[in-house]
């Protein structure tokens, strides 16, 4: 069974920056093509972000692009998720996602394999 370990949410004011972490329990997590999503009350899981295995690609929704950055360290089991110039709708509890898959397949939501337990981020206008 993988975990997945969600950090670094909290409360900021617009235009501010986080920068969320994701620690992975696997020995195998360069197998993992790996993702960010979000998810607000009332509102299905939306995808945000995510990485190949090796690092090499990246994906973002339209609207993240140019402000978050997904990155990995495979030697530390840990997959990051550089918010900045954030606004008051990015706020959302964003989830960790691991899927044994191709990396493009995470847009979709599909083939993922396990979820964080999610990290609440608040932007204050």
């Known amino acids: 069974q993988v975990q997945l370990v969600e950090s670094g949410g909290g409360l900021v004011q617009a235009g501010g920056s986080l920068r969320l972490s994701c620690a992975a329990s696997?020995?195998?997590?360069?197998?993992?093509?790996m993702g960010w999503f979000r998810q607000t009350p009332g509102k299905e899981r939306a995808f945000v972000a995510a990485i190949s295995q090796t690092g090499v690609i990246t994906d973002y929704t339209d609207s993240v692009k140019g402000r978050f950055t997904i990155s990995r360290d495979n030697a530390k089991n840990t997959v990051y998720l550089q918010m900045n110039s954030l606004k008051p709708e990015d706020t959302a509890v964003y989830y960790c996602?691991?899927?044994?898959?191709?990396?493009?397949?995470?847009?979709?939501?599909?083939?993922?394999?396990?979820w964080g337990q999610g990290t609440q981020v608040t932007v204050s206008s």
């Open positions: 696997v020995r195998t997590f360069g197998t993992y093509a």
């Open positions: 996602a691991a899927a044994r898959t191709n990396w493009s397949r995470l847009r979709t939501g599909t083939g993922i394999d396990y």
